[in-house]
């Protein structure tokens, strides 16, 4: 081969290393800007202008979830909607049961999120009859729903997620979130979840938003504490009246 011709061989030699150094370069670059820490969900929420007292309150793993939920929608910039009316209620046929509800809304534009965060005040036993509903007013038109549940055994200090949350129902006006998916336990648990509604802008001015959570424990549970409760006030009277006697 000639000298030139080696040249040449050289020269391409050279520049495909050049290229290599490039491509593995960039491949590098990437993988450290990938690997540098993004915005904390606190940092996160605290940037749509929610005020830290309200994100405080949220238990981190729902902080996450809102945070992701917001962020995976694939629109930047939303801001805390303060103008929804925001009403929570609970049905339970145990009246000891009370249910904490909280209802956060975000705007972009035209696009709404709204989430309704609740907690169980005591242990529970759902067994698959339980439904949470969300319904929005004239403001909204709802397009999608979703949620996360989580659970733990009183007690206990780690919560469990549980599944994805879907609405079953739903109408012009909101959704519902029924059956198992709300939990279907064998002994009593603490639960929590957020329910998540994804909406447009809707035709009129009415901007309220109502959540209710209802309880419906097992019938045999209720019936079997009512026989405890009838045997256990005629024993009492028994004894009373051999007494007397």
């Known amino acids: 081969m000639s000298k030139k011709g ?5 020269k391409k030699g050279i520049m495909t290393l050049l290229c290599l150094a490039a491509v593995f370069g960039c491949s590098g670059i990437e993988a450290v800007l990938a690997a540098e820490p993004s915005v904390s969900a606190e940092e ?56 904490y509800i909280n209802v956060f809304a975000f705007q972009v534009g035209s696009e709404h999120r709204v989430y309704a965060v609740y907690e169980s ?48 129902y739903r109408t012009a006006g909101g959704g519902t979130f029924t059956g198992g998916q709300l939990g279907d336990f064998q002994q009593k648990m603490l639960v929590k979840g957020c329910v998540c509604c994804y909406a447009g802008e809707g035709s009129g001015e009415d901007n309220q938003v109502t959540v209710e959570y209802t309880y419906c424990p097992a019938k045999g549970n209720n019936d079997t504490w009512l026989y405890i409760m009838i045997v256990a006030v005629t024993v009492v009277v028994v004894l009373i009246l051999r007494r007397r006697e």
């Open 6 to 10: 080696k040249r040449q061989v050289l």
């Open 44 to 99: 996160y929420l605290a940037e749509t202008g929610m005020p830290s007292q309200e994100i405080e309150i949220l238990d981190s793993d729902i902080r996450q979830f809102i945070a992701d939920n917001l962020r995976d929608s694939g629109l930047e910039n939303w801001k805390v909607d303060r103008d929804i009316l925001a009403l929570t209620k609970t049905s339970s046929q145990q009246y000891t049961v009370v249910f």
């Open 121 to 168: 005040s005591t242990g529970i036993t759902p067994v698959g009859n339980d439904s949470i509903s969300l319904r929005l007013g004239n403001h909204f038109s709802p397009y999608e729903y979703g949620g996360r549940m989580w659970y733990k055994k009183t007690g206990e200090g780690n919560w469990v997620q549980g599944g994805e949350l879907t609405a079953d």
